[in-house]
């Protein structure tokens, strides 16, 4: 069956930012739904869906919007997480720039089911363009009566704010997020309290993906069961890969879920650039480690990666690498972002990570001694939020990329520890 | 109400706790210890160090223990019934290591110039939880400047293991906020904003929550190594508060004060202007002998020489000692104001009693975290006050002495001092003392007031003797001497003892049990010291 583009419907429709033009390609029309259905049914709806958050960790968007208490008196808000920083990753400044109505209807159907008062979205600091962009619609919304008191002469009423990040990789971890919504420096909390139950100006709030968002008005329309046959069982709906390095075609694409690493580099993206051999593909952000051309048939879902030994797939943001390309460099350059936008809270984590870097320097610059490798992969067990060790999981990230490097190029490795010091095995 | 409590062990140990409470509080509660640094009693939780890891399990349905997988952190971990804690496992031990070993990379270890050694948790911990080696081997370690960063602070950068106890102190306790963490990553640093200094009036208690050589304190800068010092309990007499506090000495010198733990007054801090301000206590002005007036020059005297003239002085009978004024001080222990007070009325039921000035402010002044310096610049002004209404009849207030003395009601008149700063009588009131025919001082500095007297008696200072203070909760709490008075001076309730008893032998026992049974006190509060 051929796939019907979800989230890309309305790729290349001229004016498409502009309200009218959306609307008459039935935008807002899932609101209209939405706001004539009881709120129970339409998260169901989402909840049989299957739909999982798209902004890397992948958890149940319906299971997660449960967590808000029922007799909690309010306000309740929803912080839209568009701070979209993670190395490789593209696709939700692409959805504002091909459809940013549709962002803002995902915004308002969802708040709508969860009872909030006030929308925040979060952008990041760069995205200036988007930022204006988002602006516009925003007031656009206003406007026309989807945004502010009894939206569409219903008696829902929702504000949204846009809020400009400052420029750091860590506000998009989702509570870093809310302390620099709040105006403080963007350290993520601890948890509990989640910010189901104590977010933003410590109400009850949601967090949510852009792209997570966006699924929601196309679920509300078209059910769950459409939803569920596009993807696999436990990962369904359709998902944006951003697909950038050494192919021919780098950019974004919408495909079930599920499509195989190699389908994508090949069908996709044009096959590796100059007719060169894949060395390693980075399945889904930085954050999530390294798949090896051998493991190229690996589903990109959130299923597959783990399987062969990558944290997830995470933002779906696809980094592929040639034969020329130098893995201890490439580990070395993502530490280096690791170590770089570490908030420094945690000791592992701002310890390590420039510890790390500098190992990984000294590598580079042939001057490895013989337990580095050792001692890297000890420096990414010493830090992560899985195992306990950080508060949150960029530092995740910094291990898993470092483990997943040198343990799958490990000869690559140990031939940058200086002949001098090389131990013999 | 009491909340309810639950039991679970650690490392095997059965625990009792409130329910609620931390992991880590419980344990350290029950004796035991975990590792720890951001965690402080006294501010919010920050979990950020990541050394105070634990593993934790519960029972499940069956009653099988059964293990979390990752580690949790035992100050962010409320007890819970039937939990078990472990610090003793590998895993733990292998964590504690790595947190250790990171914190040292970037750390100078100049121990041996730094203030802190000895009282250092990043010494102690890495001794007893460390590696013995460190694996980085590299001089690329990241220097940070020094820095002056208050009136009575450095910030030694280098040393910093970014706890934060300090931000949440200004941000909590004191309501400033001067401190931030500013930079990301490793390149983190705490620092003031914009150059404004730490500006608050608890600030010293910044060197104290540091739990490293980052934050010290300027006026004990290189000035003794922490071995040395032995610490005497004693109560602050700056305010009526009366902050319980350690005063840290060696060789008959006090070098330092600091906090002493009591939550029912002043929680776990003290202001600077306690903490800073004991320094009359080894000022040259000190007087460290008695003094006797002879053809009209002072002249040096023994105790015995100034006891007796003022016993010939007085000893005129009935006339002479029914002009007798004593002005008691706010800064006397309770012991001087009652002996002061029971000898003079001894001489004469007509002998005035006069309550000796207190230096104001318009109001307490509480701080967010709930600290509060008392409006009443002296440590005793309530014990005077019990003391005066305990003996009665003439009595006066500072103010109305310059009537008694012009109208030649108080002809002979024994001021007791012990203020911590030397001109604390104006202009106008050394005029007026000069008045008088016979004037006595007793006092700790030398002063206009103490060059005029006929007789001056050489005080100890509150450090140098045992005494009692009401504060401005009506608790009465005891100290003891920590050094010996300066020079030939004597304890000021030994002194009054032997004006009035004569050769009885000093028994501060039974002196204290006739003042508890005389101005009704329920015994000295047991100050709650951790
Ligand atoms: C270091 C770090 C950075 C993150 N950055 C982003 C981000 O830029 N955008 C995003 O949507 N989620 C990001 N996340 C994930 C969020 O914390 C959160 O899980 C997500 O926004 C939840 O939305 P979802 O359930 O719709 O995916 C980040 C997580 C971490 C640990
Ligand atoms: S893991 Fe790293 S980024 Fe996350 S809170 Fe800790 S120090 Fe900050
Ligand atoms: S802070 Fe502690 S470890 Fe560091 S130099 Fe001082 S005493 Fe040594
Ligand atoms: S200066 Fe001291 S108290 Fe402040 S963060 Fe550094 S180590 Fe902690
Ligand atoms: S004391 Fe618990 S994390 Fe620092």
């Known amino acids: 069956m051929e796939f ?10 001229p004016n498409i930012g502009d309200l009218k033009v959306y609307q008459s390609r039935g935008g807002y029309e899932a609101l209209r739904q939405a706001l004539a259905s009881p709120r129970n049914e339409l998260k169901q709806t989402v909840k049989d869906s299957g739909l999982r958050g798209r902004g890397g960790a992948g958890f149940f968007a319906g299971v997660k919007w449960d967590f808000l208490p029922a007799d909690h008196p309010g306000p309740f808000y929803l912080v839209v997480n568009f701070d979209e920083s993670e190395p490789g990753t593209f696709k939700d400044r692409y959805l504002c720039d091909i459809d940013p109505h549709q962002i803002l209807e995902g915004v308002i159907v969802t708040a709508y089911i969860n009872r909030i008062d006030t929308a925040y979205i979060f952008i990041r600091g760069e995205f200036h363009h988007q930022a204006e962009v988002l602006q516009r619609t925003i007031k656009q919304a206003y406007k026309e009566g989807l945004l502010g008191k009894n939206i569409l002469s219903s008696d829902y009423s929702l504000e949204c704010v846009l809020h400009r990040g400052a420029g750091a990789y860590i506000c998009g971890e989702e509570t870093g997020m809310l302390e620099a919504l709040e105006g403080k420096r963007g350290w993520p909390r601890l948890k509990p309290p989640y910010p189901a139950v104590a977010g933003a100006f410590g109400q009850p709030t949601v967090i949510n993906n852009v792209e997570t968002l966006c699924c929601v008005p196309p679920i509300i329309q078209r059910g769950a069961d459409w939803f569920k046959s596009m993807g696999t069982k436990k990962s369904t709906g359709p998902k944006l890969y951003g697909i950038s390095g050494h192919v021919n075609r780098p950019g974004v694409v919408e495909l079930p879920l599920g499509v195989p690493c190699r389908e994508l ?13 894949c060395k390693g593909v980075i399945p889904g952000g930085v954050s999530m480690g390294v798949l090896t051309r051998d493991e190229l048939d690996c589903p990109l879902d959130f299923e597959g990666p783990p399987r062969y030994g990558c944290m997830g797939l995470g933002t779906a943001g696809v980094i592929v690498m040639d034969e020329d390309t130098c893995m201890v460099t490439a580990l070395r350059n993502i530490v280096r972002f690791f170590a770089h936008e570490s908030c420094g809270q945690c000791t592992g984590c701002r310890e390590g990570s420039g510890w790390m870097l500098q190992i990984l320097n000294r590598l580079l610059g042939g001057q490895g001694r013989g337990r580095d490798l050792e001692l890297l992969l000890d420096l990414a067990d010493a830090q992560g939020m899985a195992p ?4 949150c999981g960029l530092s995740d990230g910094t291990a898993w990329a470092a483990r997943t490097f040198i343990n799958k190029y490990r000869s690559e490795f140990e031939a940058k520890v200086s002949t001098r010091d090389r131990v013999a095995v | 109400m009491a909340k309810k409590k639950v039991t679970f062990t650690f490392n095997g140990h059965p625990i009792e706790a409130e329910e609620g409470l931390s992991v880590l509080q419980a344990v350290l509660d029950a004796g035991y210890t975990i590792p720890h640094y951001c965690y402080h009693e006294g501010l919010s939780v920050a979990g950020s160090c990541r050394l105070c890891a634990v593993e934790v399990g519960h029972p499940d349905k069956d009653g099988n223990l059964k293990m979390i997988q990752p580690l949790v952190m035992s100050c962010q971990t409320p007890v819970r019934q039937d939990m078990t804690v472990r610090s003793d496992t590998e895993r733990v031990r292998d964590h504690q290591k790595s947190v250790l070993e990171l914190l040292l990379i970037n750390h100078p270890l100049d121990c041996p110039v730094c203030d802190q050694a000895g009282e250092c948790l990043l010494q102690d911990y890495s001794f007893r939880y460390g590696r013995s080696i460190s694996r980085f081997e590299t001089d ?6 020094k820095k002056d960063v208050g009136k009575y602070l450095l910030l030694y950068s280098d040393r910093c ?28 640093e705490i620092d003031i904003f914009g150059g404004r200094g730490i500006d608050n009036k608890l600030s010293g208690n910044l060197a104290d929550i540091c739990p490293v050589g980052a934050l010290l304190a300027k006026p004990f800068l290189f000035k003794q190594r922490v071995w040395f010092l032995e610490n005497t309990p004693s109560v602050c007499p700056r305010c009526s508060r009366g902050c319980n506090i350690y005063l840290c000495h060696n060789q008959g010198v006090v070098w330092r004060l ?8 002043n929680g776990q801090w003290i202001c600077d202007e306690g903490r800073f301000g004991s320094a009359f206590l080894h000022a ?8 006797l007036r002879r053809e009209r020059i002072q002249q040096p005297a023994s105790l015995a020489e100034a006891l007796q003239r003022v016993g010939e002085h007085l000893a005129g009978g009935q006339p002479a000692a029914d002009k007798l004024a004593v002005v008691l001080s706010p800064f006397a222990c309770l012991e ?10 001894g001489l004469s039921a007509q002998a005035t009693l006069v309550s000796g000035p207190v230096f104001s402010a318009d109001q307490d002044e509480t701080f967010p975290g709930g600290f509060v310096i008392a409006a009443e610049k002296a440590p005793n002004r309530r014990g005077m006050q019990r003391v005066l209404d305990h003996f009665g009849g003439p009595r006066l207030i500072w103010q109305q002495l310059e009537q008694a003395i012009e109208s030649g009601a108080a002809e002979t008149v024994w001021v007791q001092g012990g203020h911590p700063w030397r001109h604390w009588c104006t202009g106008e009131q050394l005029a007026l003392f000069r008045q008088a025919k016979f004037l006595i001082a007793q006092d700790i500095l030398d002063s206009e007031l103490t060059r005029q007297a006929d007789v001056v008696f050489a005080g100890a200072a509150w450090a140098e003797k045992a005494g009692t203070f009401i504060n401005d909760q009506d608790l009465a709490q005891s100290y003891q001497a920590a050094i010996e008075p300066a020079g030939a001076a004597v304890d000021d309730t030994e002194l009054l003892w032997r004006l009035g008893q004569g050769d009885l032998p000093f028994d501060r026992q039974r002196l204290q049990a006739e003042i508890a049974d005389a101005l009704g006190i329920k015994g000295s509060t047991e100050t709650e010291s951790k």
């Not at chain 1, 306990?388 to 508060?391: D, F, H, L, N, Q």
């Not at chain 2, 600091?258 to 007054?265: G, H, T």
């Open chain 1, 4 to 13: 019907e583009p979800v989230l890309t419907r309305n790729l290349g429709v």
């Open chain 1, 265 to 277: 580099i090949e069908k996709h993206a044009g096959g590796v650039r100059d007719s060169k051999r």
């Open chain 1, 388 to 391: 306990g060790k950080t508060i």
């Open chain 2, 140 to 145: 690329d370690k990241i220097k940070q400047p």
């Open chain 2, 161 to 188: 293991i970014l706890c934060t106890r300090c931000v949440r102190f200004t941000r909590e306790v004191s309501g400033t906020a001067e401190l931030a963490v500013v930079h990301r990553g490793n390149k983190s």
């Open chain 2, 258 to 265: 600091l906090p002493r733990r009591n939550d029912r007054i």
């Open chain 2, 284 to 291: 040259d002005e000190r007087l460290s002998e008695c003094r």
């Open chain 2, 336 to 345: 001087e104001q009652y002996l002061l007070s029971r000898w003079a009325r």
